[in-house]
């Protein structure tokens, strides 16, 4: 099978690569070398946001590089770093409210509802209804809707109301998880009886064991059925 | 997505037998069998994988040829010249490397007083942390206690583990977890608080915590997050190059800054290397789960400073790499697809191994069905692979289970038109973990003074094979001492160290009088990826 290929414009200079390849692997393949704009190779970290066109459509595309595959004429660039604002904060000390969001990002205030940071998402989250859910207040939603994000800055590189989405999100996240869901009580207790020494006897005990010792405790061990 | 005719064959004939396959039931290889499949299967028992060290603390050992080739390597530095003089950054606690372990360690040393300096190779976050879906343990239930996860932690190891470090990071690991949730980390829980916990392969007790798929990258978001909100200094794109000795302790470290190609020296009272794993170094040809920047850097580093190497003989593949379609290849399925049920299956549509071995048995019977048995399914590119059912899953525990319980990796999926939930994929195993290191004590230290180590770069703690779920523990449990240590020492550390490369002149010495080093230069900083036919083309002008 004869290798189907498609020309790539890497920042406006033109590339014949095979057209399997997501934009990454072409740009290797081209004789690109990354430093920025390549992290995890595997949609994990956000370092990989590119912007593209494709011949005769007026509109810019937005993806991540180690995931979107190339087409023949894309014009492409990534966009490896992003300026965003991020404000400090002490989760201890907030509450999980409204007001906690918009003291530091009050630009979340500013949004006009025009879904763009949504369309622009690579992980197909709904950006604009955790925007409005952490401007309502409802930071359980905003926590929920936005935990696939990547941090990958696309949804801010295209919001007219320059709101971080992403810092948004993280910060209600953290909120979240510190301030409404429950504390593991069992967690608590562990922690506890562990200060205590409560395991310390058996574990020394397990220590001192030679291998053939811990070996014969080991394959008689009960298993826990599984779920 | 484009099947050949043998693939839509053989899903048949796996779509056939899965009713039967609800209700088989596997037994757990006993002892024997176990030794008899790594035998003959594991990579880390084929010979040719590896080669004796020449040179360094750990010489004789045996150590894969990739990573030989890095340690009996040369640095760029010429300990003679090299101009050391100008300090640009001065510092107690230098952490070396911007993953989890590194994060939790720059917390940590701040929190202790210290003025810390978080340097790392590509952005801060982007590292194999970030990339862990599966879990984290922690023996926090009731039916569950330290003292078995302890035993769990060595029976995966093969009973090679250092007892002390198993102590540290088991009974760290409620702590740890509870600091994690203070933090803010988004666990899975149920209404009353009560932590979700699963099975993991080799566990005992359902022990593994996550936060739906994304464990590690909601982990280090929120570590990332906290440091930058404490103000801890960071500085990126700028690996540590070389490590500064005084001739016997260390007193800080040279980076390179990638974009502008100059070098920092920083003075530091303790370093902390928590460089992580090694999967770009692509071991016998494997492909990797593995970050770009996962190249060894903070072994060599170690290594040339004086500090022995542990189980650097064995490598943890992961079983279950997706081996189709190519573009994602090498990269996880994670553990937790297996954990909810999802089964492995060859050609034929038979399973063949219990799916919750530890990962070197499941990665083994993997082998063993495409060599051997010849009972793989060959791919468009020609790679052998079996299938993982993932169907099973949604039998068993209702429709959109998948989607709800692993939405990153059904959303991989989703991206190269293949529905996880309707369809089964293809696995093959691919270079995850690097089980060894450099050696440490529970306190991080190793074996040069002031130098410490935290995280997948050390070794020890999981003996010859770690368990999933036990890395991210480890991370932040050593991350955690070696940070609290690492700023304890410099607080009694008065007088600034002397900078020199001793250390280096040494070395250079000892690869010479072997003739080691060829024209091989270390560490590696980023894997190539280029077609060598550029790399012929490349004129040494510019950098
Ligand atoms: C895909 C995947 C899934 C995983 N899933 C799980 C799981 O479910 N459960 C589990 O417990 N474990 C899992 N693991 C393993 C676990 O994630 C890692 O072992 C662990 O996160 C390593 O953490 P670390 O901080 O030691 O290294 P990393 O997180 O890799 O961080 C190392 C950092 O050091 C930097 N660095 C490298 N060289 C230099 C240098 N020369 N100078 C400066 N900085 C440098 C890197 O850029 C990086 O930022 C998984 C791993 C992968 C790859
Ligand atoms: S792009 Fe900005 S303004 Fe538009 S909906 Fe999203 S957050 Fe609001
Ligand atoms: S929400 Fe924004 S930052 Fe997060 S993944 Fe989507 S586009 Fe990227
Ligand atoms: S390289 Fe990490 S998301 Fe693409």
Known sequence: MAEQMATIYVMGKAYEVPSDLTIMKAMEYAGYRFLRGCGCRGAFCGACGTVYRTQDDYRLKVGLACQEMVQDDMYLSEIPFFPGNKANYDVEDLKPKAEAVLAHYPEVYRCLACNTCTKACPQDIEVMEYIQAALRGDIAKAADLSFDCLMCGLCAARCPAEIVQYNVALLCRRLYSRHIAPEAKHLEARVKEVRDGKFDKEIASLKAMDQREIAKLYDARDIEPGD | MYYTKEMKDSMQRVASTREFRMTQELPLLDPVQKVDLLESYHPDFIEDVFRKLKVGPSKGTLTPKEFADLFEAKSVLDPEGFDLSTVDYDVDVLVVGGGGAGAAAALMAQEQGAGVLLVTKLRFGDANTIMAQGGIQGADKENDSPSTHYLDVFGGGRYFNDPDLVEALVKDAPEVLAWLEKLGVMFDKDSDGTMVSIHGGGTSRRRMHAARDYTGGEIMKTLRDEAKNRGIDVVEFSPVYELITDGETVTGAVLYNMETYDFLVVRAKTVILATGGAGRLHVAGFPTTNHYGATADGLVLGYRAGVPLEFMDTIQYHPTGAAYPEQLLGQLVTEKVRGLGGQLVNTDGNRFIYELETRDVEAAAIIRECSERKKGITTPSGYCAVWLDTLVIEEKHGAGTIKERLPAMYRQYQRFDIDMAKEPILVYPTQHYQNGGLKIRPDGETTIKNLYAAGEVAG????????????????????????????????????????????LKRFHAELAEVGAADNRVAPMLLPEYRRPETIEKKLPVLP
């Open chain 2, 460 to 503: 020890g703690i999981h003996g010859r094979n770690r368990l999933m779920g036990n890395s991210l523990l480890d991370v932040v449990v050593f991350g955690r001492r070696a940070g609290i240590a690492a700023a304890e020492r410099a607080a009694t550390l008065k007088t600034p160290g002397k900078l020199t490369l001793d250390h």
